[in-house]
């Protein structure tokens, strides 16, 4: 079997058909999707899908690094806009909570069970993404006189790390009957709420009661 090429090196189209198809893994969950459904999903012919893809597996992996790379473009594009450390925390969360309103319920469960290098991929991907974005958020808003200056940025990126693990892991318990974007929620808002100074705490209030509807 060929080596899975990455999605950088990909062909625009293909690019395109990988982002096309992350939406119908989202949409429908993965074990319940193959080679014809996603073609139908699309709008192509199966045969352009194995031009571009070996098969399923490849694609699932495309579509994994592709998701881990949206998430660094929306961390970067956060932190360069306008507002402090808190208005940038704020986006990313509002960007994540989006993405997991919109994942079918199997899908973390399908994607560990029967694409586990892909699975394992994602997640080493994204908590290292967010091991290196959350420390320098902090440090940022301990300058921005928003957070706790004595807070070890290290330290609270690992715990919120920590706290993402086990978010995946209550949402893939049948026993949790709370939606996954509900629980990123409260985890997200643990994490600001305690690293905030009152001064944060304050700006925090006031911007998710301007701009946030309840969750």
């Not at 571009?52 to 473009?73: N, P, R, S, T, V």
């Not at 091991?131 to 940022?140: D, F, H, K, T």
């Not at 985890?187 to 301007?210: E, F, Q, T, W």
């Amino acid at each position: 079997m060929s080596q899975c090429p990455t999605f950088d090196l990909l062909h625009q189209t293909a690019k395109d058909l990988v982002k096309q198809a992350m939406t119908v893994f989202l949409q429908f969950g993965i074990k319940s999707v193959n080679m014809d459904d996603l073609a139908k999903e699309l709008g192509v012919s199966k045969k352009t899908l194995y031009k571009h893809f070996q098969d399923k597996k490849e694609l699932i992996q495309l579509a994994m690094e592709q998701h881990c790379l949206e998430l660094e473009a929306v961390i970067l594009e956060a932190s360069n806009a306008g507002g402090n450390a808190i208005d940038s925390e704020l986006r990313i969360m509002k960007h994540v909570h989006q993405v997991v309103s919109q994942m079918h319920p199997s899908i973390l469960y399908d994607l560990q069970k029967y694409h586990p290098k892909a699975f394992l991929y994602c997640v080493k991907t994204r908590d290292d993404i967010l091991l290196g974005a959350v420390e320098s958020n902090i440090q940022r808003g301990q300058v921005e006189g928003v957070y706790r200056p004595e807070v070890d940025p290290a330290v609270a990126a690992h715990f919120l790390v920590s706290v993402s693990s086990a978010v995946r892991e209550m949402a893939q318990d049948t026993s949790n009957h709370k939606p996954i974007a509900q629980l990123y929620w409260q985890s997200a808002m643990y994490h600001i709420h305690a690293i905030s100074n009152p001064r944060g705490l304050d700006y925090l209030k006031k911007k998710l009661a301007s701009e946030f509807q309840p969750i």
